[in-house]
């Protein structure tokens, strides 16, 4: 399941896609100054910069702009995760998990009513089963070769939602993301989509592998800007 907002009217929209191509055919003859000023802050090469365009300077690839990207989309869903924490009907058995920074699948299954879903020996079982299926990332690659044999596993615990509310009474577990993205094309909401199940795939099906009783679904919240 889905809910998916965009902001603003479509004739605005339409009128904002315009301005951004030409903004990013602009933009794409020089290398990212963003990115050039963040390296050359850390004191490293230079060379092979990606090009500057719109959609990079607003988003987390870019090495100048992640931090505060990263930034807006914490004080976003914040913003939305209290929200809907508020609107919350009296006699509502849901309750909202609160995600700090240190969140992660380890420190959730840490917490009482997280364990009585299912053990970490189950889950972790399961989990094993999944990550292997998963391709070791670049970035992934110096992580996997110091110790080969627990990479799936340890990447598994440490994987991280955006939030997660918990029904016990009815024994529902719901994953919760929240994607910001540009909606300069067409199909941004269900590419976001498709991205934000495919980064939890392992998650969602370890627990249901691991916890039958249980039901658990992912909620993704994809926004434009
Ligand atoms: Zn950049």
């Given at each position: 399941m889905a809910v998916k907002e965009t902001i603003g009217d479509g004739g605005g929209r339409k009128y904002a896609n315009s301005q951004f191509s030409d903004l990013n055919r602009k933009m794409q003859s020089a290398e990212c100054r963003q990115c050039r000023i963040a390296r050359e802050a850390r004191g490293?090469?230079?060379?092979?910069l990606a090009d500057e365009t719109h959609g990079r300077i607003n988003s987390a690839g870019c090495e100048g702009m992640a931090t505060t990207v990263t930034a807006a989309h914490h004080s976003i869903w914040r913003h939305l995760h209290d929200s809907m924490h508020a609107a919350q009907k009296p006699n509502s058995m849901l309750k909202f998990v609160t995600l700090d920074k240190e969140s992660n699948m380890s420190t959730l299954w840490r917490r009482e009513h997280f364990l009585r879903i299912c053990s970490k020996e189950q889950l972790a079982e399961k989990a094993q089963d999944i990550e292997v299926t998963i391709k070791v990332k670049k970035s992934q690659e110096a992580w996997y070769n110091l110790d080969p044999g627990s990479f799936f596993v340890n990447r598994f615990w440490s994987r991280r939602q955006d939030g997660v509310a918990i029904n016990v009474a009815l024994k529902i577990v719901y994953i919760l993301e929240f994607k910001r993205s540009t909606d300069r094309d067409e199909g941004f909401l269900e590419v976001k989509d498709a991205e934000a199940n495919e980064q939890h795939k392992s998650i969602i099906g370890a627990l249901q592998a691991a916890a039958l009783e249980w039901e658990f679904e992912q909620i993704n919240f994809v926004v434009g800007k």
């Open positions: 490293e090469s230079t060379d092979g």
